[in-house]
Structure formats: structure tokens, C-alpha cells
């Protein structure tokens, strides 16, 4: 899976991201919504945004009515499958075969590189 995206200019930071999944009984994920809050936003009141993904989770055929949602409170990694532990009421993934994990660096969603300072010499 390749992600595809570009930026231009000067790109805001990553604030927060959070993702909601619905999910059956099982735990197999039915539905994910990613949001994802960028400095200077103004995020949107918690009840909306719960509206919007609901009504966004219906608008593709998804029985709600038979869903449970789960929130998490950090972004999906694409080159991970995952599915719900009902039990303990968490995320679990594991890495799809064939592709690495996504780097993420300890900044939100940065990832930061840095060079090795040259040793001074005696």
C-alpha cells in the first residue's frame, strides 16, 4: 500500500489525531474514521464530530444498530490489520505481511531525524 499526498509550503502540525472503528461482535472492523487536528484549527465540539461519523459510518451501509464504536486515541497505521479485543475493549493489530510499520517519531505523528554532532578531535 503506498500512501499518496503532498504539501506545499509551510504544513501545519499534527495537534492530535484520534480514530473512531465500528465493530461487530466479534471484533472484526466494519467502519474507521480517522480525525485528525492540525495546529491553529479549531476543533469541532466532540458531539458534532460524533454525529458526523455516525452518519458518515450509515452513509456506506454499515447496520449501526449492530456496530459498537470504539474510540482511539491515535491514527490508524495503513500497513497494520486490525480488529477489536471485545473482551478488554481495545485495538489490536498486527503488521500486514509484506509491509513495514509506519515510522513515528516522539513529536504527534512527527517524525523527527536528526544528524550525529562530529566528535571534536584530540
Do not use: C
Not at 461519523?53 to 450509515?58: C, D, E, Q, T
Request: net charge positive; no cysteine; charged share 30%.
Amino acid at each position: 500500500m503506498e500512501l499518496k499526498f503532498a504539501s506545499i509550503g509551510k504544513v501545519p502540525r499534527i495537534v492530535r489525531t484520534e480514530a473512531y472503528v465500528f465493530h461487530d461482535a466479534a471484533g472484526t472492523i466494519r467502519h474507521a474514521h480517522e480525525h485528525i487536528v492540525l495546529e491553529g484549527a479549531h476543533p469541532r465540539p466532540a458531539a458534532v464530530m460524533l454525529d458526523e461519523v455516525r452518519a458518515h459510518a450509515a452513509s456506506q451501509g454499515n447496520p449501526l444498530g449492530k456496530l459498537r464504536m470504539l474510540r482511539v486515541e491515535q491514527g490508524l497505521d495503513p500497513t497494520m490489520e486490525y480488529r477489536v479485543d471485545v473482551k478488554r475493549g481495545v485495538l489490536v493489530g498486527r503488521p500486514i505481511p509484506g509491509h513495514s510499520p509506519l515510522k513515528r517519531g516522539a513529536g504527534a505523528g512527527k517524525v523527527r531525524t536528526t544528524r550525529k554532532k562530529a566528535r571534536p578531535t584530540r
